[in-house]
């Protein structure tokens, strides 16, 4: 039940930005083993100089075209599978637009599921939903 929230420059192609969405949803479908139509996502267009990065963080060079990507998700996946995630996001990215592994920043925000989500017809999506949702497929 992954929520993304991705901030990225306006002057980037409306077709960068669909890239962008459609290779972090693929990039879960993967590594987090989230269902296909599992797709939240919100794209926050901004202006260049609402935008604050050090050119230079960690020995990471960063440019004009930095994206951030904040992911909220329920907690129980690995180290590892954090990692394969990330890897998965930035050469997926990379591999479809302009913008550079090196300005591809993912911030995860886990919390414990159940009570925290509400998808809809304001009801906390408990156990039973995600019963319902596995059998169905």
């Given at each position: 039940m992954p929520f993304v929230r991705i901030s990225l420059p306006k002057k980037l192609s409306q077709e960068t930005k669909e890239n962008i969405s459609i290779s972090i949803h693929e990039s879960l479908i993967q590594e987090?083993?989230?269902?296909?139509?599992?797709?939240?996502?919100?794209i926050e267009e901004l202006e260049t100089s609402q935008i604050k990065f050090p050119k230079s963080y960690l020995g990471i060079t960063h440019s004009e075209n930095i994206i951030y990507v904040q992911i909220t998700a329920g907690q129980g996946r690995t180290k590892e599978q954090k990692t394969k995630l990330y890897a998965?996001?930035?050469?997926?990215?990379?591999?479809?637009?302009?913008?550079?592994?090196?300005?591809?920043?993912i911030i995860l925000l886990e919390n414990?599921?159940?009570?925290?989500?509400?998808f809809g017809n304001g009801e906390i999506q408990e156990q039973k939903h995600l019963k319902q949702l596995s059998n169905n497929q």
């Open positions: 987090f083993n989230i269902p296909q139509d599992d797709y939240f996502h919100v998965q996001i930035a050469t997926r990215i990379s591999n479809t637009t302009e913008i550079l592994k090196s300005d591809i920043i414990n599921g159940g009570e925290n989500w509400s």
